[in-house]
């Protein structure tokens, strides 16, 4: 181990950062967040240093370096472009044994300021050494997705009531336990609701118990179209940390291979042709089972569990059977899709509104819709609607819909095996079937499509002509 981890109380302590650049730039308000009291020396400065001591957050020395600027410090930074001027600072703040930082130079530097994941009071340092930052940029990124920004939150109210617990957990075995209950149970899932006040009761209410037990709890995870890069981080925490995982069937395999490797992983996705209501009871009573024996389940969905997905039916009997949840957005079908046709769901000159439609529906239910879907200037996004072509593109000219109305099917978007078949409404269900477009696909209708060969930058397109 080259160097020695160290964290520095700077708070009220006098430091020096010599240059007035971009890098010192940065320097200046990361040591602003510690506390430090920060001089700046230099001839010039950006105008954001420029800003800082007009707010008095900064003293500012005008000119070239000059020795006596190193009287009365704790720690120098030097962030010049002048190496013979940044080894001269180095010397003379090793002769008087202060701590110097060259930026970009670890020769020159008695310390190194390390990538930082900051969850305060909770620090997470990472150094290469000055070996080689981009892999400690990468590992500190890296980090970042499995930590949630509550876990200060969660360290400030432990250290809150660290005497309380020592006094109710004496030994250290079961304070030990408090502790692992306090990071995984309830306490930490108020917290990320933003509910502060309940975590702290939750915690009191424990205290006063001879034990606690971890008891179980599920969260409902949009796991997007398909593309893992399109997760979001917590919907990445929650597959690193699930005992079970309940997926559904359009549930890209990529996405499964982030998971956890422990985890236990169960198909539940509801197969065309079977009673889908017999199918969503069976998840139901899994969900229930695998929570009441304490284990921390993810129902994984495509897209976004709200949008089309049934979360709402599956919340309900969590709450129905007192079964902690949580749920984590996904990026729904229409927005990645779209997006990852060069498709803009909304426009200035074409589109100023979008509509979200399912057409797995019974047909009869949606005869009152189709003279308000039929209106231009407005998107329709069809999901499951690859089935229904013939019907959507029949009821929508009967209703008045222009047969010259751009749509664009988007089959199995933002996957490697994306197509986009263009073309005018009128030849929408020719199309269609020529092409051979399989689910799962999204269909969208409206001006907007049209400028998806112009702006399209992922996949295959297919013209329709």
């Known amino acids: ?53 007009a707010q008095n957050r900064i003293q500012r020395l005008h000119g070239h370096f000059h020795p006596d600027w190193l009287a009365d410090l704790w720690l120098v930074v030097a962030a010049t472009d002048d190496r013979e001027l940044n080894r001269r600072i180095a010397e003379l703040a090793d002769a008087q044994r202060l701590f110097i930082n060259v930026v970009d130079d670890p020769e020159l530097s008695s310390f190194q300021v390390p990538s930082i994941v900051d969850r305060s009071p909770l620090t997470i340092a990472i150094s290469s050494a000055g070996s080689a930052p981009v892999l400690a940029r990468r590992v500190r990124e890296r980090i970042e997705t499995l930590f949630d920004h509550t876990l200060g939150s969660l360290a400030t109210l432990a250290a809150k009531y660290r005497p309380a617990i020592r006094q109710a957990r004496p030994e250290l075995r079961p304070r030990r336990e408090f502790y692992d209950w306090l990071l995984d149970g309830p306490v930490a899932a108020a917290l990320r609701r933003q509910q502060p006040e309940q975590a702290a009761q939750l915690l009191e209410q424990a205290l006063e ?21 399109l997760l979001t981080l917590k919907a990445l925490r929650a597959l690193n940390e699930a005992d079970v995982i309940l997926y559904d069937r359009l549930v890209d395999a990529s996405i499964l291979e982030l998971a956890r490797r422990d985890a236990e992983q169960i198909a539940v996705g509801k197969i065309p042709g079977e009673d889908h209501n017999a199918t969503q009871a069976r998840i139901h009573a899994l969900m229930l089972e695998r929570a009441q024996q304490g284990q921390l389940v993810v129902r994984l969905k495509g897209g976004d569990a709200f949008v089309f997905g049934r979360g709402g039916e599956e919340l309900e009997f969590l709450r129905q059977h007192r079964v902690p ?99 005018l409404l009128k030849d929408m269900a020719q199309l269609a079937r020529q092409h051979e477009i399989k689910a799962p696909s999204l269909l969208l209708i409206g001006e907007v499509t049209a400028l998806a060969p112009t702006l399209e930058w992922f996949g295959a397109s297919i013209p329709g002509h």
């Open 1 to 53: 181990m080259r160097l020695f981890p160290l964290f520095a109380d700077l708070s009220g302590r006098r430091v020096l950062v010599v240059g007035g650049g971009a890098v010192a730039e940065r320097k200046v308000k990361s040591l602003l967040t510690s506390g430090a009291l920060v001089t700046v020396g230099t001839p010039q400065a950006t105008d954001a240093l420029e800003q800082l001591q």
């Open 209 to 229: 118990q001879p034990q606690v037990t971890v008891s179980g709890k599920v969260l409902l995870v949009g796991a997007g179209p398909g593309d893992p890069g």
């Open 325 to 423: 949840y949580e749920v984590v957005p996904g990026i729904t079908a229409a927005l990645a899709c779209a997006a990852y046709a060069g498709i803009p769901l909304t426009h200035r000159d074409h589109a100023q509104s979008v509509r979200l439609i399912t057409a797995h529906c019974r047909q009869d239910t949606m005869l009152e819709d189709w003279p308000a879907l039929a209106q231009p200037h407005q998107t329709l996004a069809f999901y499951m609607g690859v089935s229904q072509v013939d019907w959507v593109a029949r009821q929508l000219m009967d209703h008045g819909r222009s047969g010259d109305t751009p749509f664009a099917i988007i089959e199995n978007g933002t996957r490697e095996s994306q197509r986009v078949l263009h073309g």
